[in-house]
């Protein structure tokens, strides 16, 4: 109950594509703005992308172009598709789930994108 599960990440070469899913349970997905962070070793946690509706997304500068965010109501899942990865990426990619003032958190999963 109120789990986030993550999927998709791994090694990459610079250039290439990964897509990451998150699932949530139907109470919390149909309640929140989903969206995706990434935490790169000794860095902070980052924004990187999230989903109000099809029509309401928003993206961190460095993203833009490269990556798109989308979610599937039926499903409880979240999509972060990313093309043209570069290894200024490599982090270990967190869904978040935001409902009003509180945020739930998935345990992550590790992309790193090779030269």
């Known amino acids: 109950q109120g789990q986030l599960v993550e999927s998709g990440g791994g090694l990459v070469q610079a250039g290439g594509s990964l897509t990451l899913s998150c699932t949530a349970s139907r109470s919390v997905f149909s309640r929140s703005t989903m969206g995706w962070y990434r935490q790169a070793p000794g860095q902070q946690r980052e924004f990187v992308a999230r989903i109000i509706s099809e029509l309401r997304t928003f993206y961190a500068d460095s993203v833009k172009g490269r990556f798109t965010i989308s979610r599937d109501n039926a499903k409880n899942t979240v999509y972060l598709q990313m093309n043209n990865l570069q290894p200024e990426d490599t982090a270990l990619y967190f869904c978040?789930?935001?409902?009003?003032?509180?945020?739930?958190w998935g345990q992550g999963t590790q992309v790193t994108v090779s030269v």
């Open positions: 978040n789930a935001r409902i009003g003032p509180n945020d739930k």
